[in-house]
């Protein structure tokens, strides 16, 4: 008979009516569980159990097990551009020029630093982790209310002496079946980044969601299962109205944000059609999350996409976003 180990991280549970999230501080501050309207709507693996990953791990590391983790100050691993030829418009610190930044960022890589505090409306648990290579401060506060939604409060601060520009996105991974349908605004702009076993245009090709043009023919990407029997690509949708949902069967996942500081989100679909590695089996998963920036990399957020955001010296940015369950 097999036994399966006691996890070696610790956890912190917080509830409220029929919504409960479980964080593990230990392991980059990852979500482990989050279960709004009674349903547990994160992904996870029974045969990768979580763990801290390492500073710099090879691509794929960060979706492995699944869960939710916070991608900063970058999504790939990329390094920066040298301050020299076509770069030298982007006035990139000469603090940043050529520095090289691990895949999925700092924060995953690190144990967060980690505390409870109640207040008037209940009780938030904040996440805190301190840049390795650039000079910020980053915090995630989170809170679960009575009414079953999960409003998550970030900041970061800039204590550098140079601008710091910087991709921010939440990775939180669903499972992908038969029943998912993903709601964004009809007509909102859609940018491939990645493509694997689809054609979608390539890299950068634009569409309007949800329909987008696949090998001469209309997609429906709001229904990921049907697109093809096996496939990847990870997206870029702009969104104005800073919101989008999630619907399984009758279950409704809801995310809203600010678009001053989140103006699209990222959506990856693995469909069985990429793995990090060739002798592991490609998962069927999909992750969804709120971005300040596109594309993964901040090297052609800075370039070619246009797309980075930036802190100025002593500078602070606070956003918010808010998940709820329903039917």
Request: hydrophobic fraction near 35%; charged fraction near 20%.
């Amino acid at each position: 008979m097999s036994t399966v180990a006691a996890p070696s991280y610790g956890t912190a549970e917080l509830r409220a009516g029929d919504s409960r999230v479980v964080i593990a501080p230990g392991l980059g501050g990852k979500i482990i569980s989050m279960q709004l309207a009674g349903r547990e709507w994160l992904w996870s693996d029974p045969k990768r159990p979580h763990r801290l990953a390492r500073d710099g791990e090879a691509s794929g590391s960060i979706e492995g097990s699944g869960g939710f983790d916070e991608c900063f100050p970058t999504i790939a691993e990329c390094s920066l551009p040298a301050i020299a030829g076509r770069y030298s418009t982007l006035h990139l610190p000469n603090a940043y020029s050529g520095m090289s930044l691990p895949e999925g960022g700092e924060l995953w890589s690190q144990p967060a630093t980690f505390a409870i505090e109640t207040r008037g409306d209940g009780v938030y648990a904040s996440c805190g982790w301190v840049g390795e290579r650039m000079p910020y401060r980053f915090v995630r506060a989170l809170y679960v209310s009575g009414d079953g939604s999960v409003t998550m409060r970030y900041g970061v601060s800039n204590d550098g002496l140079d601008r710091l520009p910087y991709v921010w996105c939440s990775q939180p991974f669903f499972p992908l079946t038969k029943q998912t349908r993903i709601e964004m605004p009809d007509g909102a702009r859609v940018r491939v980044w990645r493509q694997h076993g689809v054609d979608l245009g390539g890299v950068g090709a634009e569409n309007r969601w949800p329909r987008v043009a696949a090998a001469g023919k209309l997609i429906d990407l709001s229904r990921p299962d049907a697109i093809a029997r096996r496939f990847a690509c990870r997206l870029f949708v702009d969104l104005p109205h800073a919101q989008a949902s999630i619907i399984e069967g009758d279950a409704r996942l809801d995310v809203s944000f600010e678009s001053a500081h989140a103006p699209c989100v990222q959506l990856w679909i693995n469909r069985q059609g990429w793995s990090s590695t060739p002798k592991r089996k490609p998962a069927t998963h999909f992750s969804l999350g709120p971005a300040s920036g596109a594309p993964e990399s901040l090297t052609e957020a800075l370039s070619t996409w246009k797309g980075a955001q930036w802190l100025e010296p002593g500078e602070t940015k606070e956003w918010t976003v808010v998940w709820s369950g329903g039917r």
